[in-house]
């Protein structure tokens, strides 16, 4: 059994969150819990169950308000590339008032991944109802693979998406990122420690209204064998 502990400080607030996964033959199970589950004594509230089975399927459960949501994975070699298709699905089985005429007709998207080398990938994102889709090209550069380059057009924004990550010896990642549409421009520091979790720095800067001051985040995971 694996335990993952993960502390995330965001701004003025601290959160926590804590997963336990048991292997069950090709399947996995997952109990997933933040501190909302804690904070006012033990509920349902912030608890997640979890059913996979890795690259095939996977469903979740959030026992509180009831809600599922359901994950199918699959590839296949298409003229020597690979192609990887992803459905999501998420709904409620509790009882809920009518949602409102503008609400979105549904809760589902598809990925479509096609690979054509090591180097060069597009990614296709679309949820249904939304009247767009997002479409990203992944590309890593240099024999090592170490930079990757990742812009992303968003029709339904009409706006461009960049990130760009470089990789380190001894762990080290660092990474930007700048939304077009909403002019966020961020910078993350990351390291993966040793003893089998790591350590997550970054900031947010806000490029159309710079009076306001950059929000500072740190997150640190770590990873134990039961």
């Known amino acids: 059994m694996k335990a993952t502990l993960k502390g995330r400080y965001e701004g003025d607030k601290a959160t926590a969150a804590t997963t336990l996964a048991a292997p069950a033959g090709d399947l996995r199970l997952k109990a997933s819990a933040t501190e909302a589950a804690f904070s ?4 349902l509230r912030g608890l997640t169950l979890t059913l996979e089975k890795p690259g095939a399927f996977l469903v979740d459960l959030k026992p509180h308000n009831q809600d599922v949501r359901f994950q199918f994975m699959n590839s296949a070699l ?3 590339k690979r192609v990887s298709l992803t459905y999501t699905h998420s709904t409620s089985f509790a009882t809920a008032p009518a949602p409102p ?4 007709p549904s809760r589902t998207a598809l990925d479509c991944s096609v690979t054509f080398d090591p180097a ?12 767009g889709c997002r479409l990203k090209y992944t590309y890593a550069h240099g024999v090592d693979r170490l930079t990757t380059i990742e812009p ?11 990130a760009v990550t470089r990789k380190f010896a001894g762990g080290d990642t660092v990474k930007g990122t700048y939304a077009a549409s909403t002019k966020l ?3 993350e520091w990351s390291r993966d420690s040793i003893a089998g979790g790591s350590f997550k720095v970054g900031t947010t ?11 500072l985040i740190a997150e640190s995971t770590w990873n134990y064998e039961i």
């Open 152 to 162: 992303l057009f968003d029709t339904n924004k009409n706006a461009w998406e960049f």
């Open 185 to 187: 421009f961020g910078l």
């Open 78 to 80: 298409v003229l020597d």
């Open 40 to 43: 006012n004594g033990p509920s």
């Open 101 to 104: 005429a503008d609400a979105p």
């Open 120 to 131: 060069n990938k597009v990614t296709l994102s679309h949820s249904l109802g939304s009247g």
């Open 205 to 215: 800067f806000d490029l159309s209204d710079q009076s306001k001051a950059p929000k």
